[in-house]
């Protein structure tokens, strides 16, 4: 195996930042460190090499990022660290800009460079010139799924199955940050697929940016149901759930898939960002409020034990209190289980900025709380449904003695809720089989907001 410097493993550390498809790069970047003979570690103060897997998607990820960047340049000082990579969506927004204003930072690498990780880290350690690679997000080469991947949990893994967004929604850099929409080959898909289910993944969540529009872009063109399809016969016990949604491409046909493919959750995550018709038209949203409420009523038609998930964003320029009026009816009209709730991020490169009347960040933060709050008593409502029911729960933590946290099919992870289990009389302990990233069978006992807790059934 080749070594990462002059002949001897040295450590590298990274810090992966931002959502889902960002953990996947990084895991991939990870595995591609290992092979080229890099020992990951979990103490930046001890690593010769650090990586930042940065998000840049709004302001405060963007600030959380540089605050971690600006950490990690410490350990060049206090700790062993020779060099400093910061990787992904920050250097791929801000690029020449971003370069002149981290003189910290020793080598960029953007969205579309992922796959040079190893090399540059092997530049770096041998103490060659600086690296800047910022290639076209669209060039970035497919997920190879022979790749090597250092993924995060044993348990549940996220699959990305797309890359890049071709919508023109006004308030998203994505376009800009992954390029246009690329589709990964099925067999690719499924070839991932088995390596993480034969790794003990008992839980497949599909990310893309754009998720459901997978195969638009083939000749003839694919449907995601055809995802699930061919991921129903990897296990008998296996969770595949379809995150970010976009409500233009949920059809029939796809809402029967996810009711009836085995192993497919019918956990529906339809970002829909607002429900006035006016402010959908300012974000660049192809549909009415009345479409989607056709579309959730559908969904709940067809499969009865469907899970609605929603994100929204509030203090979107122009917004008014009549538009977040109608906002909160149709919250409570449509009674989502799980809601998220984001204000509005401006930048100058978004096309929303340049849009008359924007929200006072006050004003946007009362906004945000008026919806929650109407969410959370909806939400506790609806988790009255699973008193004295039995759940399957897959066990996470175990944090305290006789204290268990996991996820039941309708909770996915890190965005809803999570399961308390109270092992009082030591059941999961002492069987071999109820450890974590064990799918246990879980008796509810008590309802909160958000949460449930439970004992063991």
């Known amino acids: 195996m080749e070594k990462s410097g002059a002949g001897k493993s040295l450590n590298i550390y990274l810090s992966n930042l931002g959502c889902a498809r960002n953990q996947v790069d990084g895991e991939l970047m990870l595995g591609l460190l290992e092979e080229a003979g890099w020992t990951v570690i979990d103490d930046p103060s001890r690593a010769e090499v650090i990586v930042v897997n940065t998000c840049g998607f709004i302001e405060s990820a963007t600030q959380q990022s540089i605050d971690t960047i600006l950490e990690m340049a410490s350990f060049k000082e206090q700790g062993a660290c020779k060099g400093l990579i910061v990787a992904g969506c920050v250097p791929e927004r801000y690029r020449e800009q971003l370069v002149g204003e981290l003189p910290e930072v020793d080598v960029f690498l953007g969205t579309g460079a992922y796959d040079r990780i190893a090399d540059a880290a092997r530049r770096l350690a041998s103490s060659d010139s600086e690296v800047c690679l910022l290639p076209s997000p669209d060039s ?23 890359e890049g967004c071709s919508r023109k929604c006004t308030y998203c850099a994505i376009p800009k940050l992954r390029g246009r929409h690329r589709s990964r080959p099925l067999k690719d898909i499924v ?58 491409r949920i059809d029939e046909r796809l809402i029967r898939a996810m009711g009836e493919t085995p192993g497919a959750l019918p956990y529906f995550d339809v970002p829909i960002q607002h429900a006035s018709a006016k402010v959908l038209k300012a974000m660049g949203r192809n549909h009415e409020p009345d479409d989607l ?35 909160l009816r149709f919250v409570e009209k449509v009674r989502f289980d799980h809601l998220g709730v984001f204000t509005y991020s401006d930048a100058d490169d978004l096309a929303s900025h340049r849009l ?33 029911r039995e759940l399957d729960v897959l066990l996470e933590e175990n944090p305290e003695k ?17 399961v308390y289990v109270r092992d009082s009389r030591e059941r999961f302990s002492k069987r071999s089989d109820c450890g974590i990233g064990s799918l246990v069978r879980v008796k509810i006992t008590d309802a909160m907001e958000y949460d449930l807790i439970g004992e063991p059934a």
Do not use: C
């Open 140 to 162: 970035r080469p497919p997920d190879d799924p022979d790749a090597p991947r250092k993924t995060t949990l044993s348990y549940s893994a996220y699959l990305k199955v797309a």
């Open 356 to 388: 008359a009347d924007h929200v006072p960040a006050r004003t946007a933060k009362r906004r945000y709380d008026r919806i929650m709050g109407a969410q959370s008593l909806i939400s506790e409502k609806n988790n009255e449904k699973y008193l004295d």
């Open 293 to 327: 409420l056709r579309l959730f009523d559908r969904i709940r038609e067809l499969v009865p034990e469907a899970v609605l998930r929603t994100t929204l964003i509030v203090g979107f320029p122009g917004e008014t209190r009549h538009d977040v009026d109608l906002l």
């Open 402 to 418: 006789n204290v268990y946290v996991g996820r039941a099919w309708f909770q996915a992870p890190e965005v809803d809720g999570v």
């Open 191 to 248: 070839k991932e697929a088995e390596k993480l289910v034969a790794g003990g993944a008992r839980e497949l969540n599909l990310v893309a940016q754009d998720t459901t529009s997978w195969g638009s872009d083939f000749d003839p063109p694919g449907h995601p149901a055809e995802i699930l399809a061919a991921l129903s016969g990897l296990s008998d016990s296996i969770w595949v759930r379809i995150l970010y949604g976009h409500p233009d």
